[in-house]
């Protein structure tokens, strides 16, 4: 990943490790004292409440979502990033800057970006506090250690971390297998791709210890040039289960080497057969692009949950975490100036070629708890918070220079250090009504407290501090109308504060405002043993939505600013039918319209030096498509106890998406479908734990040509036109001109995993 971080020190990580191994000593030894009476047998077999998912919607929640379980993650997951896997979510479009789905990927859920995505593994936060975002690149293999994935559509349930402004995901990774297990995996594809992964577990031992671990490795070459990625991961963890209370703890680590794909496909080569894979990183380098334009980050995460059953009724969950992230991306530049960098220069040259380091260091601690009182024939409460502190700190290192008189090992051109600190407290109740009637009220507070490094009024660097409050309520009822269909609404606000650039690119005066979301969701639910359907209609209104409108801020950086009113407002369908003991068919189909009230825009006039100011009207929310569906076929042609063969059939299809939110069709996305091939194929010898299987995906199996993300930059010139030297470059007529960047998707590609396990 590379985004923004804190003050780092060897001593601080050791400390932290020595901490972690500590705690699991003493907790493991505290929890043994506490507990005389072994653990029934059937208590065993239900261990997935060893973490109380306080943020997780149940299945009658009135709250939009999905759930992928363990048996549908076998099923399609082969090595490909989470967005990728979560493509059958409603709304969902996923993207991938290498074309394959491996290394720097992301999803929109709704048209909404992954900063507002809000992330969290066990219920601690996920997302990067600075950015926003979520970089799966840095937890390869994650969904392999997943139990089970929700994803919550719109503002949801209360959570922890960021507010959620179009999702919210949710991975479990606490069940704790009662029996052991081992499993290798290992898979090969198109573009040099190879995953291999084992995990093992103790199952119980004595009846309340267990122990598992999992290594993974993936490299992938990607179908844009030099889109390589070298992913290594490792997940141990250790949980003790006691009959009143539990304990377990995990540590997640990933390290990625990826060479950067990030400036998409010029639009002038994005329909070229010859030339869609063509990456302009390392390019600046004469002669071949430089090797080793990479991002290097290696992240690890440590987590503890303790769950502490207090009465027959009251039930008390701590957790801890702690993140540490460290790394770099290295750059070749060209003809830079030696005062930008602060390199002593040659006497016979002002500028230089050069290399240079940007570097994250990065410290994420804190700690969640959720109270948790189920009496009987009396509402439910849940009394849940957070807190956490985000230490980061960025610099840039100059690690060769061609001209430089001198150069010591490392010359550092500029440092910054930033500070976040974030609360929440939330309430829920649940009441239960006669007639089948339920209704639940979430009431959050969240402060954010955020010192970084920016520009004052008088445009000098100066620590800064911002000091936000959020209040966070949501409510919602659902009619249970007969044993198969349920009608449910909910309603609910969420705030969200702008991210790391919008304070460090602007002044007090030109600071945006926190973002606000009033969303409303209203739905049926129809369910019997062989179908099931939902159909959800949604409103989410924003205030001051952050969005780039081409404005310079006073310090001359391109700054999103809020927009007073946008809208997305559609309906969701989603169907399953098991037809006969051998076909089932899924279905989901988004319609939505996703529209901005007013939008300035500020266009840059090469002629002038200044910026042209254009005010439309109702315009498209970018990266917004008003269609996404998706449909999956899949028939068992071979069904026996011991073996099981199934071919699926999948088809995706996205609409039409702009790239600004002008509205503008010269620069848009356009709508494009694929579809897939799966062979799945399970072996599970009579009277054994083993257990094989085999999956063969054929991935875009018409070999559609798409892009499923882009940018794009408008400008007005008269006088000159680029568009022969500048490749990004395309005019649009009357002196108006775009460069815009295609992230392009592989054609026809496959890929083959073999897994072999027992106990599982």
């Given amino acids: 990943m590379f985004c923004c971080f804190p003050r780092s020190t060897h001593g601080l990580v050791r400390t932290a490790r020595t901490f972690f191994v500590s705690t699991m000593v003493l907790f493991f030894g505290y929890l043994h004292a506490q507990n005389d009476v072994l653990l029934p047998d059937s208590a065993a077999l239900n261990l997935q409440q060893v973490v109380i998912q306080a943020t997780r919607a149940t299945a009658s929640a009135p709250v939009p979502h999905t759930n992928m379980r363990s048996a549908d993650i076998r099923r399609a997951y082969h090595a490909q990033d989470l967005p990728y896997l979560l493509s059958a979510t409603p709304s969902t479009v996923e993207s991938s800057d290498a074309g394959t789905g491996i290394g720097y990927t992301g999803m929109r859920i709704r048209g909404t970006d992954p900063t507002r995505i809000n992330v969290t593994l066990n219920g601690v936060p996920l997302n990067d506090a600075e950015s926003q975002a979520v970089f799966w690149v840095n937890l390869p293999d994650l969904a392999a250690s997943a139990t089970e994935i929700q994803v919550q559509r719109g503002v949801g349930n209360s959570t922890n971390g960021a507010g959620a402004f179009g999702a919210t995901v949710n991975i479990d990774l606490s069940e704790v297998k009662a029996d052991p297990f081992a499993e290798v995996s290992s898979t090969l594809g198109s573009f040099n791709t190879q995953k291999f992964s084992a995990r093992a577990g103790t199952g119980l031992l004595d009846r309340r210890w267990a122990f598992s671990g999992r290594l993974s490795s993936i490299r992938s070459d990607g179908y844009i040039d030099r889109a390589t990625a070298d992913l290594n991961a490792y997940h141990l963890s250790g949980a003790y289960v006691g009959d009143k209370q539990s304990f377990q703890a995990h540590v997640l680590s990933g390290r990625e080497v990826t060479y950067q794909a990030w400036y998409g496909v010029p639009a002038q080569y994005a329909d070229d057969p010859a030339r869609r894979t063509y990456n302009v990183a390392g390019t600046e380098k004469p002669g071949t692009p430089y090797d080793n334009e990479v991002d290097n980050y290696r992240q690890t995460h440590y987590l503890m949950?303790?769950?502490?059953?207090?009465?027959?009724?009251?039930?008390?969950?701590?957790?801890?975490?702690?993140?540490?992230?460290?790394?770099?991306?290295?750059?070749?530049?060209?003809?830079?100036?030696?005062?930008?960098?602060?390199?002593?220069?040659?006497?016979?040259?002002?500028?230089?070629?050069?290399?240079?380091?940007?570097?994250?260091?990065?410290?994420?601690?804190?700690?969640?708890?959720?109270?948790?009182?189920?009496?009987?024939?009396?509402?439910?409460?849940?009394?849940?918070?957070?807190?956490?502190?985000?230490?980061?700190?960025?610099?840039?290192?100059?690690?060769w220079a061609e001209f430089a008189e001198t150069l010591p090992k490392e010359t550092r051109y500029y440092e910054n250090d930033a500070d976040k600190r974030d609360a929440n407290l939330y309430a829920k109740t649940d009441f239960h009504f006669e007639h089948e009637w339920n209704m639940f009220v979430d009431l959050q507070y969240r402060n954010v407290q955020y010192t970084f490094l920016g520009f004052d009024n008088n445009l000098n660097n100066v620590d800064q501090a911002a000091y936000l409050h959020f209040f966070n309520p949501k409510m919602g009822v659902s009619w249970q109308i007969n044993l198969q269909a349920q009608a449910?609404?909910?309603?609910?606000?969420?705030?969200?504060?702008?991210?790391?650039?919008?304070?460090?690119?602007?002044?007090?005066?030109?600071?945006?405002?926190?973002?606000?979301?009033?969303n409303v969701e209203t739905g049926l639910r129809w369910k019997n043993t062989s179908w099931n359907a939902v159909a959800n209609l949604f409103y989410m209104h924003y205030r001051d939505q952050l969005v780039l409108d081409g404005r310079l801020n006073a310090v001359g950086a391109y700054i999103r600013t809020n927009v007073p009113e946008s809208y997305r407002a559609g309906v969701e369908l989603e169907g399953t039918v098991k037809a006969t003991a051998r076909l089932r068919v899924a279905a989901n189909l988004s319609l939505s319209q996703n529209r901005i009230r007013e939008f300035t825009?500020?266009?840059?006039?090469?002629?002038?030096?200044?910026?042209?100011?254009?005010?439309?009207?109702?315009?498209?929310?970018?990266?917004?498509?008003?269609?996404?569906?998706?449909?999956?076929?899949?028939?068992?042609?071979?069904?026996?106890?011991?073996?099981?063969?199934?071919?699926?059939?999948?088809?995706?299809?996205?609409?039409?998406?702009?790239?600004?939110?002008?509205?503008?069709?010269?620069?848009t996305l356009s709508a494009y479908a694929y579809a897939d091939a799966r062979l799945h194929y399970d072996w599970t010898p009579e009277g054994s734990r083993q257990r094989a299987s085999l999956l063969l995906s054929v991935n875009n199996l018409f070999n559609a040509r798409y892009s499923n993300n882009g940018w794009t930059y408008r400008y007005t010139s008269e006088g000159y036109d680029e568009t022969p030297f500048n490749p990004y470059a395309r005019a649009e007529g009357a002196g108006s001109y775009n460069q815009t960047g295609f992230f392009t998707q592989a054609g026809r590609h496959w890929m083959l995993t073999l897994i072999w396990g027992i106990g599982l």
């Avoid at 220069?345 to 380091?357: F, G, H, K, P, S």
């Avoid at 969420?494 to 979301?517: G, I, M, V, Y």
């Avoid at 063969?645 to 609409?655: F, H, Q, T, W």
């Fill in 488 to 518: 449910y609404c909910f309603v609910g606000m969420a705030n969200r504060e702008p991210n790391r650039d919008d304070f460090t690119q602007s002044t007090p005066d030109t600071r945006p405002s926190p973002e606000r979301l009033h």
């Fill in 601 to 667: 825009e500020y266009r840059d006039n090469w002629d002038t030096g200044a910026q042209d100011v254009l005010t439309w009207r109702y315009t498209p929310i970018a990266y917004s498509p008003a269609v996404v569906g998706r449909a999956e076929t899949g028939y068992a042609f071979w069904q026996q106890k011991q073996h099981r063969l199934e071919l699926s059939l999948v088809a995706k299809y996205v609409g039409k998406q702009y790239l600004d939110n002008t509205g503008n069709d010269n620069t």
């Fill in 305 to 399: 949950h303790y769950k502490r059953l207090l009465t027959n009724h009251l039930q008390l969950q701590l957790n801890g975490h702690y993140t540490r992230g460290k790394g770099f991306f290295e750059q070749y530049k060209a003809d830079q100036a030696f005062a930008d960098y602060g390199v002593p220069a040659a006497a016979t040259a002002d500028t230089t070629d050069l290399i240079r380091r940007l570097w994250l260091d990065n410290h994420f601690y804190g700690a969640t708890f959720a109270l948790q009182w189920k009496p009987d024939n009396l509402p439910h409460w849940l009394l849940g918070g957070a807190w956490s502190r985000y230490q980061g700190k960025h610099y840039g290192d100059v690690i």
